[in-house]
């Protein structure tokens, strides 16, 4: 019997996501993103590791509003903005960063909107509804298709500019979109006008933390604070805008990351020691890694307080927090070895991956870890915590040009 299964475009794009994750070696093997996300949506929130530029959380609205809420003009029109990006170019002739779905081959598995639609809520573009959830995109462009079938549609002049309004709309008044939008021989680009560099600076500097008090995104975009060359979040003049919540929360995530870096490091090395055990072969990549990382984030990892760290982002698995403290006891005991730590590790690993964890003694795990680190999908060497500050930069960048 032949059967057809119907997945949705979220579904498919799970999937596409854990596969390129796997093959790119950043599965989460042992939970330290858990920090990673609950650390960078207190500091940053409504940003995503997707994100890109600045301009798409207009793009989207505008799109929606351009297609009278019909999903297959919405969907065709984004498909247009995407060959405009791609045409655009500056006076030098090079293009421009940041474009989703720039292949042009296939629509993306994960479009703009769905990489922005968090955002949008967060930043309060789209409108919030007392005691409910946030809408869907099909939600909104429903509203759209009713309202604009109701002749409810009107315009606005804000400083100086053409703006939409609608009575009771999804979206907060929007800045007015190029008159370009739409035109497929026409290039379009990322930097913002004057006025929507006025609307992003509203939107942003309102954002809040769930304790009611301002962002640290907000405050960085009311101070202005230029980020270009700044390659972390915990630099002095990041600290400086910070309040004293969100400097407390900065010092803890510099540790958290540092910590967290040499966990991913300790598994590494790890499941190298592991594999060589299997193979015979005498690898030692992820183990000298292992000593860069301790030697380069070791004291820093070790003043973090654990208790600190459970309060800010609440939730951890006791797995991940018996990892965290394991580790800071080798890192103090002086021992080069880290073969010690394996049980705690394969504990949290199998935790969260059950029978697809690479440490073990089962024939499950060794034959996972056959698959590791090979020429052709080698494991990549441990990173520190980045908490999306490679995006932010990026965004607040697209803010502070003009």
């Given at each position: 019997?032949?059967?057809?299964?119907?997945?949705?475009?979220?579904?498919?794009?799970?999937?596409?996501?854990?596969?390129?994750?796997?093959?790119?070696?950043?599965?989460?093997?042992?939970?330290?993103?858990?920090?990673?996300?609950?650390?960078?949506?207190?500091?940053?929130?409504?940003?995503?590791?997707?994100?890109?530029?600045?301009?798409?959380?207009?793009?989207?609205?505008?799109?929606?509003?351009?297609?009278?809420?019909?999903?297959?003009?919405?969907?065709?029109?984004?498909?247009?903005?995407?060959?405009?990006?791609?045409?655009?170019?500056?006076?030098?002739?090079?293009?421009?960063?940041?474009?989703?779905?720039?292949?042009?081959?296939?629509?993306?598995?994960?479009?703009?909107?769905?990489?922005?639609?968090?955002?949008?809520?967060?930043?309060?573009?789209?409108?919030?509804?007392?005691?409910?959830?946030?809408?869907?995109?099909?939600?909104?462009?429903?509203?759209?298709?009713?309202?604009?079938?109701?002749?409810?549609?009107?315009?606005?002049?804000?400083?100086?500019?053409?703006?939409?309004?609608?009575?009771?709309?999804?979206?907060?008044?929007?800045?007015?979109?190029?008159?370009?939008?739409?035109?497929?021989?026409?290039?379009?680009?990322?930097?913002?006008?004057?006025?929507?560099?006025?609307?992003?600076?509203?939107?942003?500097?309102?954002?809040?933390?769930?304790?009611?008090?301002?962002?640290?995104?907000?405050?960085?975009?009311?101070?202005?604070?230029?980020?270009?060359?700044?390659?972390?979040?915990?630099?002095?003049?990041?600290?400086?805008?910070?309040?004293?919540?969100?400097?407390?929360?900065?010092?803890?995530?510099?540790?958290?990351?540092?910590?967290?870096?040499?966990?991913?490091?300790?598994?590494?090395?790890?499941?190298?020691?592991?594999?060589?055990?299997?193979?015979g072969q005498r690898s030692r990549t992820y183990r000298d890694h292992l000593s860069v990382m301790r030697d380069e984030h070791g004291a820093i990892a070790q003043a973090l307080e654990l208790d600190a760290l459970r309060a800010c982002?609440?939730?951890?698995?006791?797995?991940?927090?018996?990892?965290?403290?394991?580790?800071?006891?080798?890192?103090?005991s002086g021992r080069s070895d880290c073969a010690y730590l394996h049980e705690v590790y394969r504990r949290a690993e199998v935790e969260r991956k059950r029978d697809r964890a690479r440490l073990g003694a089962t024939l499950g795990a060794?034959?996972?870890?056959?698959?590791?680190?090979?020429?052709?999908?080698?494991?990549?060497?441990?990173?520190?915590?980045?908490?999306?500050?490679?995006?932010?930069?990026?965004?607040?960048?697209?803010?502070?040009?003009?």
């Open positions: 019997m032949i059967g057809w299964i119907l997945l949705s475009r979220q579904a498919v794009a799970s999937a596409e996501r854990a596969l390129r994750n796997d093959q790119q070696g950043v599965r989460d093997e042992i939970g330290f993103l858990a920090l990673h996300q609950g650390i960078a949506d207190r500091l940053f929130p409504g940003t995503s590791v997707l994100h890109t530029r600045l301009r798409y959380a207009l793009f989207i609205p505008w799109l929606m509003m351009q297609s009278g809420g019909r999903s297959d003009r919405f969907r065709k029109d984004a498909l247009t903005l995407t060959r405009q990006l791609v045409q655009w170019k500056d006076p030098a002739g090079r293009g421009q960063d940041g474009i989703i779905g720039g292949s042009l081959q296939r629509e993306p598995s994960q479009t703009a909107a769905m990489i922005y639609w968090s955002a949008l809520s967060r930043w309060k573009i789209l409108h919030a509804r007392p005691g409910q959830a946030p809408q869907t995109r099909i939600q909104v462009l429903r509203q759209i298709e009713s309202m604009q079938a109701g002749g409810s549609m009107r315009q606005l002049s804000i400083d100086g500019e053409t703006a939409w309004s609608l009575d009771a709309q999804p979206f907060v008044t929007l800045p007015s979109p190029p008159a370009e939008l739409g035109h497929p021989d026409k290039p379009i680009g990322f930097a913002l006008t004057a006025t929507e560099r006025a609307f992003f600076r509203r939107q942003l500097m309102a954002v809040q933390r769930a304790d009611g008090q301002q962002s640290l995104l907000g405050r960085l975009t009311e101070h202005r604070t230029s980020v270009a060359s700044i390659d972390s979040p915990w630099h002095n003049a990041i600290r400086r805008v910070a309040d004293t919540e969100d400097r407390n929360v900065l010092m803890l995530a510099e540790q958290a990351s540092a910590l967290a870096g040499i966990g991913r490091a300790v598994y590494a090395a790890l499941v190298e020691q592991a594999k060589n055990s299997d193979t982002v609440p939730g951890q698995p006791e797995a991940l927090v018996q990892v965290l403290g394991a580790t800071q006891d080798w890192l103090r060794r034959k996972r870890r056959a698959e590791w680190n090979t020429p052709r999908m080698p494991h990549p060497l441990a990173e520190t915590l980045h908490y999306r500050w490679g995006k932010v930069r990026m965004l607040l960048n697209d803010l502070n040009e003009r």
